[in-house]
């Protein structure tokens, strides 16, 4: 790839800086017409020295800078920063270290600062997708083997983990290398929010564990249920809850797979094909 050439994937955009000598993650995002796009949806990017003609440190590369002197808008967000100072030194402006390619500051029209995040897709690699599949299969199989139905499964019941440690290659000490987001960390993936579900003792006899009614009408919650409803739901049968959370799964996967990650399930049968 020439310096001319834009990235085409986010692989490619995170590979792009630090292996071309002269190459900076700010080199991307300061180039027209990206810049000028942001500037048209009323975001400036913060900018560094080098930027100006100013220094020649490496750091100048790497230091960005609002892109002007007037005082960041409150916005309800709080930013705590730790400085190890010598005494006299005066820290006057804030500072983001442009360490991440795919990161980059910017301030609105008026005065707020955000983080723009190239995050597509939403998994890096198939590595990715096949331990966030059998994390939530697992954890769907504990609770059925303890005799707990969810009855609310979906992806804004899935919450992950943002704490750990990063991951290095062996004998690779370079603190300025990215790495993919899940790898920051042992990703771990957690059900939640199981005020619907239903739980049967373990000696009851199996053709007993059956339910009636939604799980909004069963727990006393009136109006509609946020999620479409399972066919046996509508029946007026006693149905069973585990089969509806294999059903409620199988939507919320076939969902993440299909439309979070483009062509994966295709990819998926024509590998079983």
């Known amino acids: 790839m020439t310096h001319l050439e834009w990235p085409k994937t ?28 942001f500037q048209e949806n009323g975001y400036t990017l913060w900018i560094n020295l080098n930027v100006w003609g100013l220094g020649g440190d490496f750091r100048d590369h790497l230091e960005l800078f ?3 002197d007037e005082p960041r808008r409150p916005d309800g967000y709080t930013f705590v920063s730790r400085y190890q100072c010598e005494p006299g030194l005066d820290i ?3 500072i983001f270290g ?14 707020q600062d955000v ?4 995050s597509i897709p939403w998994f890096y690699d198939v ?4 331990d966030y599949l059998v994390q939530i299969f697992r954890g769907i199989k504990y609770c059925h083997d303890n005799m707990i139905a969810h009855l609310d499964l979906d992806s804004d019941n899935i919450l992950f983990n943002f704490i750990g440690y990063q991951k290095e290659p062996d004998g690779n000490k370079d603190a300025y290398v990215t790495w ?3 790898s920051q960390f042992p990703i771990r993936y957690y059900i939640t929010d199981s005020e619907l579900a239903v739980c049967f003792d373990k000696d009851s006899d199996p053709a007993s564990r059956k339910i009636t009614s939604l799980p909004n009408v069963r727990v006393g919650r009136m109006g509609e249920y946020a999620r479409e409803y399972a066919p046996e739901m509508l029946v007026g049968d006693p149905y069973c809850p585990f089969k509806v959370d294999v059903w409620y799964l199988g939507r919320m996967l076939n969902a993440d ?3 979070e990650v483009k062509g994966f399930i295709k990819k998926v049968w024509s590998i079983s094909n």
Not at 10 to 36: I, N, T, V
Not at 115 to 118: A, D, E, N, V, Y
């Open 10 to 37: 986010l692989q490619e955009w995170r590979d792009r800086c630090w292996k071309l000598e002269g190459s900076w993650p700010y080199d991307l995002w300061r180039r027209e017409p990206l810049r000028k796009f």
């Open 257 to 259: 797979m299909y439309t």
């Open 180 to 182: 993919p987001f899940r």
């Open 92 to 94: 006057g402006r804030m």
């Open 127 to 130: 590595e990715e997708i096949l």
């Open 98 to 111: 442009h360490l991440n390619n795919i990161h980059c500051p910017a301030r609105t029209a008026h005065n």
């Open 66 to 68: 609002p892109p002007n």
């Open 115 to 118: 983080l723009i995040r190239l």
